[in-house]
């Protein structure tokens, strides 16, 4: 079976919205189990200046980033529409795979085909035709309530790449 490989070049301040309509995989819930028979994994890398799509190295030898923590509550089920949101804050290069773990299922690998779709949407809004955003400086008389969905420095100091969020979405 011949599976495309796809990698996705994001510009900073891009939002990627992934979405995999696996509802059709539930009838096979009872023993196909998400993070011990397969796995959703996406990579994300920081973007080499001059980017070159044709360029084989590998994304796969990465670890992929961490799934937010609402998706991997238990409660929640994996073999739906899943749709996640990922915000780059620098130039990165993304791939999604479907891994399935358990040689048992290899036969399962067609059920995944034809089942993602990969929308990305860039600023077009600070100056009509650019990627650019909008800034905004607060002097220190101002006071303003910061949104909750700006990230925290991590150990280091630094802004993380990338932030990935899950939207459950009725059927």
Do not use: C
């Amino acid at each position: 079976m011949d599976f495309t490989e796809a990698e996705f070049y994001l510009h900073e301040a891009s939002n990627v919205i992934i979405i995999l309509d696996l509802r059709h995989i539930d009838k096979f819930s009872g023993f196909f189990t998400y993070g011990k028979d397969w796995d959703i994994a996406i990579t994300l890398k920081p973007a080499p200046e001059e980017y070159d799509p044709n360029s084989k190295e590998d994304l796969i030898a990465i670890d992929p980033a961490e799934m937010p923590s609402i998706f991997l509550e238990e409660g929640v089920s994996k073999m739906d529409r899943v749709e996640l949101s990922i915000l780059a804050y620098k130039n990165l290069i993304m791939r999604v795979d479907v891994l399935v773990y358990t040689g048992l299922f290899s036969n399962y690998l067609a059920m995944f085909l034809n089942t993602s779709s990969v929308k990305i949407v860039e600023p077009d809004r600070a100056n009509l035709g650019t990627n650019k955003i909008y800034a905004i400086m607060l002097d220190g008389e101002s006071t303003a309530n910061i949104p909750v969905n700006i990230p925290v420095y991590s150990a280091d100091k630094q802004y993380p790449e990338f932030s990935i969020s899950y939207a459950h979405t009725q059927n």
